[in-house]
């Protein structure tokens, strides 16, 4: 599959393909098989790669504001240091992968698989992670104020310092998650959430 860029270059897309600082702006790359590609530093600003194979790949530093990424594969790729603000990522596979430093603001990641990943330190100030499956993930010292978190599946999450202002984890799961020194302040909760076991439950803020 040939590509021509923004910048008037023709791109091989293909698995690990060489890829970086491509200027790929718009590209309709829907369902494309990129696993194991070379996009750092690439920009693929409003790009189209809903359902798109991105297994592995390097897309550090990359540009995808705004880009459709729904369903897409992004298991274990390292996307640190990314600007993914406004990007589609609803149902996105994002288990296993790299996003410390990555910008997620006004991004839905809803239903988006997100175990295992590492997200230390990130910013998710009133994103949208409604559903999402957060077992195992990092949020160490993650910014979660004012997020939806409803139905999220955060067993064994690592939420250490994590600010939880404001959050709402209506029926989220909680299980074994460490909330050592997280901020619960004004966070919202059902008679669904699970804490973990011997965690002192703040008093209940109302909806």
């Known amino acids: 599959m040939k590509v021509i860029g923004t910048d008037g270059k023709e791109y091989t897309i293909e698995p690990e393909a060489n890829l970086r600082d491509a200027n790929l702006i718009g590209a309709d790359l829907n369902g494309a098989d990129l696993r194991g590609a070379d996009l750092s530093s690439a920009n693929l600003s409003s790009a189209d790669l809903d359902g798109a194979n991105l297994r592995g790949t390097n897309l550090r530093g990359a540009d995808l504001s705004k880009a459709n990424l729904r ?4 298991s274990s790729a390292d996307l640190s240091g990314a600007d993914l603000s406004g990007a589609k990522l609803r149902w996105v596979n994002l288990s296993e992968a790299n996003l410390r ?5 006004q991004t839905n990641l809803s239903s988006a698989d997100l175990s295992g990943a590492d997200l230390g330190g990130i910013d998710l100030e009133y994103d949208n992670l409604s559903e999402a499956n957060l077992m195992d993930t990092n949020l160490r010292s993650a910014n979660l ?6 139905g999220a599946n955060l067993s064994r999450a690592n939420l250490s310092n994590a600010d939880l202002t404001d959050t709402n984890l209506s029926g989220a799961n909680l299980s074994e998650a460490d909330l050592r020194d997280a901020n619960l302040s004004g966070a919202i909760w ?3 959430t699970v804490f973990p076991e011997g965690f002192e439950i703040p008093e209940k803020s109302e909806t």
């Open 101 to 105: 430093w990555a910008s997620l603001s």
């Open 190 to 192: 059902s008679d669904e």
């Open 145 to 150: 104020r004012g997020s939806s978190l409803i």
């Open 71 to 74: 369903s897409a594969d992004l």
